[in-house]
């Protein structure tokens, strides 16, 4: 260092600065992976699949003449987001901070004049952004074949649950990043986040209303099936049928759900992290 | 990342992450992925984040600890080379013998009360009686009649043998003692390899200090 022309004084940035300055190479760090190439890869050939298969079979039920756009938006966008929102979150939100610990690499951030929550909220919204824009890839290649066969035709309804879908996207990566903060290994909390997400939510959902028809409004996939739900004119309600009831969380009750998980999983993956040491 | 994070001024950044990086001797590697690198690199490495901002008092809190014996060897040399560049060090740790190697001055606490603070010649004057101690390794073992003409040695006030190949000297007087002493073993044919200050002086003088506190 050069000790003979000394340097101005350095002048540490503020917390929020700081978030942007960790979401700014975070987010470069996905760009550069292979797993954002993965995944920008499932998406691509999902999408090229499903126009092939839709133009050569011509489906009555999405672009047949009694078909409406919302036939349409509904099944290419409905039944394919949350699985998407669900796998691009776990991708990106899994290793977030467990990586820290895996690979070592918080040993040159952690001692640097930095809070580990701008880390973490800059670490999350990184995750956020690079998962956000595997979903607009999604939607924008539904919308070009929806504007193919339709026109410009977009329903409000698509919109609305694009938006869900976003929304689901921070409750997922809020309870990705909890399980990332709890393991020191990425692979465990990928595991147990695709487990719970994929699998045990909806298991537990179908024993709890199967068993003791009582309505699962504590299951984050409940909430989310607004993003689905959404298509539905006039909008599903809970209905009983021969004893047994099917229940169907109304869009205030899933938003309410899906903003629960969110911010209690968040705090609780933030503060599991504050206290967590490197050794 | 760590510039940004300190806030390094975006026109002196890449200087000053060269300089830094050279400082810590890791200039050849500045290209190359940290994941590989060794405890010793790494911390380096985090010795060199430290230094972007250019600070002229650095706090390292045990620096060395956990890493191999190579590891804790280059730690020490870049601390040591710290220390040349007029800046003020303050480093913690548990192994006494490198604080004797490093340090210039010491402070000993003990269930956070400070114990002592001054300079390791003064402090292990001051606590380990009034005898200064030195180790001397050997090449080959000495016959015990030699061991009882260095504790004849003007200012030398006892002489063991630690085992076949090392002697520890106790001796009153300064530095220059400690140097006369040296020819003095040379001139009666004393095998000498190696020639410091014992490791084990400042960990004497801790004992003997926390002693009154346990």
Same mark, same amino acid.
């Given at each position: 260092?050069?000790?003979?022309?000394?340097?101005?004084?350095?002048?540490?940035?503020?917390?929020?600065?700081?978030?942007?300055?960790?979401?700014?190479?975070?987010?470069?760090?996905?760009?550069?992976?292979?797993?954002?190439?993965?995944?920008?890869?499932?998406?691509?050939?999902?999408?090229?699949?499903?126009?092939?298969?839709?133009?050569?079979?011509? *489906?009555?039920?999405?672009?047949?003449?009694?078909?409406?756009?919302?036939?349409?938006?509904?099944?290419?966008?409905?039944?394919?987001?949350?699985?998407?929102?669900?796998?691009? !979150?776990?991708?990106?939100?899994?290793?977030?901070?467990?990586?820290?610990?895996?690979?070592?690499?918080?040993?040159?951030?952690?001692?640097? *004049?930095?809070?580990?929550?701008?880390?973490?909220?800059?670490?999350?919204?990184?995750?956020?952004?690079?998962?956000?824009?595997?979903?607009?890839?999604?939607?924008?290649?539904?919308?070009?074949?929806?504007?193919?066969?339709?026109?410009?035709?977009? *329903?409000?309804?698509?919109?609305?649950?694009?938006?869900?879908?976003?929304?689901?996207?921070?409750?997922?990566?809020?309870?990705?990043?909890?399980?990332?903060?709890?393991?020191?290994?990425?692979?465990?909390?990928?595991?147990?986040?695709?487990?719970?997400?994929?699998?045990?939510?909806?298991?537990?959902?179908?024993?709890?209303? !199967?068993?003791?028809?009582?309505?699962?409004?504590?299951?984050?996939?409940?909430?989310?099936?607004?993003?689905?739900?959404?298509?539905?004119?006039?909008?599903?309600?809970?209905?009983?049928?021969? !004893?047994?009831?099917?229940?169907?969380?109304?869009?205030?009750?899933?938003?309410?759900?899906?903003?629960?998980?969110?911010?209690?999983?968040?705090?609780?993956?933030?503060?599991?992290?504050?206290?967590?040491?490197?050794? | 990342?760590?510039?940004?994070?300190?806030?390094?001024?975006?026109?002196?950044?890449?200087?000053?992450?060269?300089?830094?990086?050279?400082?810590?001797?890791?200039?050849?590697?500045?290209?190359?992925?940290?994941?590989?690198?060794?405890?010793?690199?790494?911390?380096?490495?985090?010795?060199?984040?430290?230094?972007?901002?250019?600070?002229?008092?650095?706090?390292?809190?045990?620096?060395?600890?956990?890493?191999?014996?190579?590891?804790?060897?280059?730690?020490?040399?870049?601390?040591?080379?710290?220390?040349?560049?007029?800046?003020?060090?303050?480093?913690?740790?548990?192994?006494?013998?490198?604080?004797?190697?490093?340090?210039?001055?010491?402070?000993?606490?003990?269930?956070?009360?400070?114990?002592?603070?001054?300079?390791?010649?003064?402090?292990?004057?001051?606590?380990?009686?009034?005898?200064?101690?030195?180790?001397?390794?050997?090449?080959?073992?000495?016959?015990?009649?030699?061991?009882?003409?260095?504790?004849?040695?003007?200012?030398?006030?006892?002489?063991?043998?630690?085992?076949?190949?090392?002697?520890?000297?106790?001796?009153?007087?300064?530095?220059?003692?400690?140097?006369?002493?040296?020819?003095?073993?040379?001139?009666?044919?004393?095998?000498?390899?190696?020639?410091?200050?014992?490791?084990?002086?400042?960990?004497?003088?801790?004992?003997?200090?926390?002693?009154?506190?346990?």
């Amino acid at each position: 260092m050069s000790n003979d022309q000394p340097h101005a004084a350095n002048t540490v940035p503020g917390s929020l600065v700081q978030v942007g300055v960790t979401m700014k190479y975070t987010l470069l760090d996905y760009l550069r992976s292979r797993r954002f190439v993965i995944m920008l890869a499932i998406v691509l050939i999902i999408s090229a699949l499903l126009t092939v298969l839709v133009a050569y079979y011509r *489906p009555g039920s999405m672009v047949g003449s009694g078909a409406t756009t919302i036939d349409f938006y509904s099944t290419w966008w409905g039944t394919f987001a949350s699985f998407l929102t669900v796998i691009s !979150g776990i991708f990106f939100g899994g290793d977030g901070i467990a990586a820290e610990f895996q690979n070592k690499t918080g040993y040159f951030t952690v001692p640097n *004049p930095i809070r580990r929550s701008s880390i973490y909220i800059g670490k999350f919204l990184a995750s956020f952004t690079a998962a956000t824009v595997v979903l607009v890839v999604y939607l924008a290649i539904a919308v070009a074949n929806g504007l193919f066969y339709f026109g410009a035709n977009i *329903p409000s309804q698509f919109g609305e649950s694009f938006l869900f879908a976003w929304f689901y996207l921070l409750a997922v990566l809020g309870f990705t990043f909890m399980f990332s903060s709890l393991f020191k290994t990425s692979s465990y909390a990928i595991l147990v986040s695709f487990l719970l997400l994929i699998v045990g939510f909806s298991l537990i959902s179908a024993l709890i209303e !199967g068993l003791t028809n009582t309505e699962p409004w504590y299951i984050l996939s409940y909430g989310a099936s607004i993003i689905m739900d959404v298509f539905t004119s006039p909008y599903p309600t809970t209905i009983t049928r021969a !004893g047994f009831t099917t229940y169907v969380a109304s869009i205030p009750e899933g938003l309410a759900i899906m903003a629960a998980y969110f911010i209690v999983s968040s705090m609780l993956g933030l503060i599991l992290f504050e206290r967590k040491e490197f050794n | 990342m760590i510039a940004d994070i300190r806030g390094v001024p975006r026109a002196e950044r890449e200087k000053r992450i060269a300089d830094a990086v050279e400082e810590v001797r890791m200039g050849e590697w500045i290209d190359k992925r940290t994941g590989k690198f060794s405890k010793g690199m790494k911390q380096r490495i985090c010795i060199a984040s430290a230094l972007l901002s250019n600070p002229t008092i650095l706090l390292l809190d045990e620096p060395s600890t956990g890493l191999d014996p190579r590891g804790m060897s280059e730690v020490r040399d870049i601390v040591k080379s710290l220390k040349k560049q007029d800046r003020l060090v303050f480093m913690s740790s548990h192994i006494l013998s490198e604080v004797s190697e490093v340090c210039d001055e010491v402070a000993m606490i003990d269930h956070g009360k400070l114990l002592v603070y001054d300079t390791i010649s003064n402090v292990t004057k001051k606590f380990s009686g009034s005898d200064n101690i030195v180790e001397v390794g050997l090449l080959k073992s000495v016959d015990p009649s030699i061991i009882t003409r260095i504790s004849n040695l003007s200012g030398v006030t006892g002489a063991e043998s630690m085992d076949d190949r090392n002697l520890r000297i106790k001796f009153q007087g300064s530095q220059d003692t400690q140097a006369r002493i040296l020819t003095d073993l040379l001139g009666l044919n004393v095998p000498v390899l190696s020639y410091r200050p014992a490791a084990s002086a400042l960990e004497d003088v801790y004992l003997n200090l926390i002693k009154a506190t346990l």
